[in-house]
């Protein structure tokens, strides 16, 4: 998922700082107008996650002083070692984590320009996904309706 994060951080009295807002952007990148990748996470990387769900898009965080669509291309490199063009954000929504922190999620779309996908450690395999082939039913529904607006948009 390609994600920036801006972290609001309030200090407490024993002067230990925690972020309780974070921004993250997701890609779905789209081949032929007509498919979504989603890529499945390794076991490795669910045990570090508080998302439920062993499929995701595309993301990552944006280092700072770096701009969104640099920082989109870098993650697409990094976990599919892709390209893509015409980055759009789609919509935004907020999640809660049982830690407390509240994530505010952009969608983005982007075209699939071209590579060989060639997965991160973070990911052990990925499928293209269209909204009538029926692979959507094992997908969280987040995941679907991402898909249904990034074929829409």
């Not at 081949?31 to 990748?37: E, G, N, P, R, Y």
């Not at 890529?39 to 490795?44: A, G, I, P, Y």
């Not at 700072?64 to 980055?87: H, M, N, Q, S, W």
Request: one cysteine or more.
């Amino acid at each position: 998922m390609l994600a920036f994060f801006i972290f609001i951080i309030i200090k407490t009295k024993n002067t230990k700082c925690r972020v309780i807002i974070a921004i993250a952007a997701k890609c779905a990148v789209v081949l032929k107008q007509s498919k979504v990748l989603v890529l499945k996470k390794t076991v490795e990387e669910m045990n570090g996650d508080f998302s439920k769900s062993s499929y995701d898009l595309l993301g990552g965080r944006v280092r700072y002083g770096e701009e969104v669509e640099e920082a989109l291309r870098r993650e697409l490199l990094e976990e599919a070692g892709i390209t893509c063009e015409k980055f759009n954000l789609i919509t935004t929504w907020p999640v809660i984590r049982s830690d407390g922190l509240q994530i505010h999620i952009f969608l983005y779309r982007a075209d699939f320009k071209g590579g060989v996908i060639t997965l991160s450690s973070e990911h052990d395999d990925y499928q293209w996904i269209s909204l009538q082939d029926g692979a959507t039913s094992s997908h969280p529904k987040w995941i679907t309706r991402s898909i249904s607006l990034a074929l829409e948009s």
